[in-house]
């Protein structure tokens, strides 16, 4: 397909005559169209660029929750999570008191001195589970947890949908007589209460009333 151009022909006598009439014609074009050739070229300015939404704040703890917490672990507070963690239908919470030295290490998680769970039961808050020195239900120290004392955690947690809240505890520090070892910590649907979990974290680890002597490894 050719141009849309329509060519013309003209003698030269023809077209030197018309030379200053095109020459006219084209000077009274420009003038019709804004003036100077380059009046239709110059820039505009630039659009200002568009501002960026504020960053949503985090949702504010209710303070009937907080008020809870604190009564289970004082002032120094934090709401990490709250609702129906454990699937049961009754209100939980999972608070902590944060570790204020500060350890050296690179393992993830958040490193806490203390950790709780309690739970709404009939508009009275009871504590379900305490982690301080060791990890506790009502019922006794949670097995495979470590038996010394631990100073300070590293707390992991995710919250399933089939399972409900999965906690994960880590010596921040080697225990004495001991190892650092991870202790995963779940709601136990048919004992109705969180137990710790087996090395593979599928099956639940009973309790103990009461803790054994670590065993102490004599230095020769």
């Known amino acids: 397909m050719k141009p849309a151009w329509t060519k013309f022909w003209l003698p030269g006598s023809a077209s030197t005559a018309l030379a ?16 100077s050739p380059t009046s239709n070229t110059q820039s505009k300015p630039a659009d200002a660029p568009a501002a960026q939404p504020a960053a949503p704040q985090a949702p504010a703890i209710p303070q009937p929750i907080q008020d809870a917490a604190e009564g289970a672990l004082g002032q120094e507070t934090e709401v ?22 500060a350890a050296s290490h690179d393992m993830p998680g958040t490193s806490v001195s203390r950790a709780v769970i309690i739970e709404n039961d009939d508009n009275h808050w009871k504590q379900v589970f ?8 009502p019922k006794g120290f949670l097995g495979g947890a470590p038996l010394a004392p631990v100073a300070g955690w590293r707390l992991q947690y995710e919250q399933h949908d089939d399972t409900g809240l999965v906690m994960y505890f ?34 639940f680890i009973g309790e103990a009333p009461e803790l054994e002597t670590p065993r102490m490894e004599l230095q020769h």
């Open 130 to 137: 305490l982690c301080d020195e060791h990890l506790k239900n």
């Open 170 to 203: 880590t010596p921040v520090q080697k225990p004495e007589a001991g190892y650092i070892t991870t202790t995963g910590v779940r709601w136990n649907p048919k004992a109705r209460r969180y137990q710790a979990l087996d090395r593979t974290f599928q099956t």
């Open 80 to 101: 990490l999570l709250y609702g129906d963690l454990a699937l049961t239908g009754k209100q939980q919470v999972l608070a902590i008191n944060r570790l204020k030295k």
């Open 20 to 35: 200053p009439a095109i020459a006219i014609a084209a000077l009274l074009l420009l003038a019709s169209c804004g003036g």
